[in-house]
């Protein structure tokens, strides 16, 4: 069995009109959400044996933010061109070459493909995944090579986001 998790970058910077869309990073509020949501991650047992990561900034740095809320290295995020500008058939392609050893992943990477991926691996209805919003999944699959044969046989395990509201918090 394997787990997907998928998680849009945190909120990012619009203040600089001049940077390329690559180059945006977070505001005030996507450096504060990325960590706790590591947190929540944490507390849930929900930590990913690596992170695959889209080379936008914001994207980068929510990924880091999210290592820090789980206390883990930022050393299991790995950086991956394709996620950047891609289509859903290119999320896929880039999970589906994932090595096996890796049980539990963790995509960051942009609207509106995560959204839609996320409604394509289940019938979870999900109309946006705001931003620094994490949708988990198990997956029955022995390997990351069979990700475009799940559709839409995936077992939704859960959708947080930095504005819902926890017990005790």
Do not use: Q
């Given at each position: 069995m394997k787990q997907l998790l998928i998680c849009r970058h945190a909120k990012s910077s619009w203040k600089d009109p001049?940077?390329?869309?690559?180059?945006r990073p977070?505001?005030?509020r996507g450096k504060?959400?990325?960590?706790?949501m590591g947190e929540r991650l944490g507390q849930s047992g929900m930590v990913p044996d690596?992170?695959?990561c889209s080379p936008a900034k914001r994207a980068r740095k929510t990924a880091s933010g999210l290592c820090r809320g789980m206390q883990m290295c930022s050393?299991?995020?790995k950086i991956k061109k394709a996620?950047?500008?891609t289509t859903i058939n290119g999320l896929l392609?880039?999970?589906?070459?994932?090595?096996n050893r890796y049980q539990r992943l963790l995509l960051v990477g942009h609207n509106n493909e995560l959204t839609d991926l996320v409604n394509l691996l289940a019938p979870v209805n999900i109309y946006n995944v705001p931003t620094c919003g994490i949708v988990g999944f198990q997956l029955n699959l022995d390997s990351w090579e069979k990700v475009s044969q799940v559709p839409p046989g995936a077992e939704f395990?859960?959708?947080d986001y930095p504005k819902k509201q926890h017990d005790g918090r």
């Open positions: 001049k940077l390329a869309d690559i180059d977070l505001n005030k504060r959400d990325a960590p706790i690596l992170i695959i050393d299991v995020i996620i950047y500008d392609d880039v999970i589906s070459r994932t090595s395990l859960f959708f």
